[in-house]
């Protein structure tokens, strides 16, 4: 907001990079800063002890084992929230707002975060409860059960969310466009690959962004188109979107996705393992199943997903820019792949040139320059 007063001095495309360059920084700033408070509520649950003293307070309150995990996940979900509203506030709300890309009310903004408390408490709370079971009856294999347990209710997550949880938070309608849908069935024939639905997404309830993705697996398998996209672009930069999430389909990116995160989980498993094993005695756990340690078992999952982060990134980029090159030879010109990048680069206030060490650590999909200047080597050769 206070760069306002200079957009009329300036070069309108360099003020809209120096905007999407600064919103970013804020983003990883707060990104940092989120982790940091985090870290240091783990270093003290840890090392002085905190967790010991809500396992303590729980067992004080009740003899059953099943109530007293309950009730020590509770005050620890419940201060760790509490600890990081404020920053959540001010990433998911405040700072959208400031560079003018939501549109969401701060009523909208508390049901969403109020659905995403309960979603988080339906589904962690018996997670922490299996894997407690699991460590007091099975303590030698507990691991690699939990991680059996981990990876079948991925893939049925995977296969839900689309009906389950996305219309918690977004409505959806089938796309009615018929000159969408018959460009969208011949880009499919030529791929030799069937998407079984285009979604329009209502994301302008929420949002200014545009986005559209390939979501589910098996019979919930489908492309999602935010409105934002289907009103606001050409009939032709939105059939280059689809011929690049109809990429992901027919590369299978979605199975590539779901195994990479499984191979992870287990590794993650086997190390908080070795972790509770080592280090229990040293933090004042009891035994193997003692819930105080469940820090330790997020620290261990923490450190793994901190050195593996820019190798998972590596590879997304590289499935994007598979998908890319698919959609450039499937769609019959170029141009409207370009245009559409750099329509979506101007709407979400992407970084069109990150630094290399950014790019090469925080994103997923290469940079929007990076893309285009692909499209343009690509349109060269043809
Ligand atoms: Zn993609």
Redesign the pocket.
Known sequence: MAKQGTLAETDPSETLDQRARSYHRARRRLAISRFALNAVFLVGLLFAGWSVHLRDLAWRSTDNVWLAVLLYVLLLGGISRLLGLPLRFYSGYILEHRYGLSNLLLGGWTRDSLKSLALGAAFGLPAVEIVYYTLRRFPDTWWLLCWAFFALFSVLMTNLAPVLLFPLFFEFRPVTEENLKSRLLRLSERAGARVRDVMEWKLSAKSKKAN???VGLGNTRRIILADNLVNQYTPEEIEAILA??L??HVHG?IWKGISLQLALSLAAFALADQALRRFSPYFGYTNLSDFANLPLLLAASVLLSLIVFPFVNAFSRY??RR??DFALRMIPDVAPFISSMSKLARQNLAERRPHPWIEFLFHS?PSIDKRIRRAEAFRRLA
């Open positions: 559209a993705a390939l690049h999430e990429a992901h990116d499935r994007e998908a890319d999909h």
